[in-house]
């Protein structure tokens, strides 16, 4: 249906729901109308996940002083931070990271960060429960990896379920710092709380794009992407708060802010209004990402068709559907 004909507006302190014209949604700024699409949310509690194991976050001290080793432990599992140091021609000292995991006394595995050329690399470790499957809490090791915006290298170091073993777990590279899990929903296991990379630079720069919430956790040792479990609706709803009050004034910078918004509507089983929204305010003149193959890529990411434009609406669904986001418009 057209966006001029139907968008479902949420009112404060009315439980109806009512369609408002075109000609009525066009005269609020973006930032109004999704006050007034999302009302509902502008009172919903805020998250805060709780995260009390034992943990070390180190790096950026001061470059001269080199950083000590340091350990943390829970029962028999320990996590010991050391350094191997390396001095280029210059005099420059540069460190690298490496992390030793005990289980029982016994070294179970051993992890080492990437040059950065940083003399104190940030790094952080935990130890944590976030896969019941066995008997003993898991390590999670995140190495600083460098670059603008970027990145983190993150892993999980986890028991078999027997105890007969160890193995580490890829969880994944993330935007920003090292990245440590939290208790989200106050059930006791750990998970790790980000936002859909994905988005990033998909429609807009770097500072320009919004994200949808994104959780993952560890279950019988494997990563598990679990956004979208009903046990995290509130945290959802929190999220969608928060992005509420960051709409951006510019019309230039709509259609990076309306990918995420669009896609955290989605998680929350309300994109029908977001969606009419979006056609309504999207910057029909920007043309960041709207190029796209009209053939699946190659296994190297190569377009092995033709190279085509899309509108953004178009482009939006495409990226929302791969990304596996549901979308009802």
Excluded at 250 to 257: I, V
Excluded at 269 to 291: H, I
Aim: proline fraction near 6%; charged fraction near 25%; hydrophobic fraction near 35%.
């Amino acid at each position: 249906m057209p966006a001029t004909r139907y968008t479902r507006t949420l009112l404060a302190g009315l439980a109806g729901v009512f369609i408002l014209s075109g000609q009525s949604l066009a005269a609020m700024t973006m930032g109004e109308a999704i006050k007034q699409e999302d009302a509902k949310y502008l009172s919903a509690p805020d998250v805060t996940p709780k995260d009390d194991a034992p943990k070390i976050e180190a790096g950026g001290g001061e470059e001269d002083t080199p950083p000590k080793p340091q350990e943390i432990s829970q029962g028999t599992v320990k996590a010991a931070l050391t350094y191997t140091e390396q001095k280029g021609d210059d005099g420059e000292v540069t460190r690298i990271p490496i992390v030793t995991i005990f289980a029982d006394g016994k070294e179970v595995a051993k992890l080492e960060g990437e040059e950065t050329f940083y003399a104190d690399p940030p790094v952080s470790l935990q130890i944590a429960e976030l896969d019941p499957s066995n008997q003993t809490p898991e390590v999670v090791v995140s190495f600083y990896t460098g670059g603008a915006h970027c990145c983190s290298q993150t892993s999980v170091v986890a028991s078999s379920a027997d105890g007969s073993g160890w193995k580490t777990i890829d969880v994944g590279e993330f935007d920003g710092g090292p990245l440590l899990a939290a208790d989200v929903d106050g059930d006791g296991r750990y998970e790790f709380e980000t936002r859909d990379n994905a988005f990033l630079y998909a429609f807009a720069c770097y500072a320009c794009s919004t994200a949808p919430l994104q959780l993952f956790g560890i279950d019988k040792g494997e990563v598990k992407n679990i956004t979208a479990e009903e046990r995290f609706k509130p945290a959802h709803a929190a999220y969608l708060k928060g992005m509420i009050s960051e709409v951006p004034e510019e019309e230039t910078d709509a259609n990076g802010f309306l990918a995420g918004y669009v896609g955290e509507k989605s998680l929350l089983g309300e994109s029908k209004g977001a969606w009419a929204l979006m056609l309504t305010y999207y910057d029909k003149s920007s043309d960041w990402g709207l190029e796209a193959c009209d053939k699946p890529l190659n296994d190297d990411g190569e377009c092995p068709g033709q190279t085509i434009k899309l509108s953004f609406p178009d482009a939006l669904e495409r990226m929302l559907k791969e990304n596996g986001y549901k979308v009802e418009k």
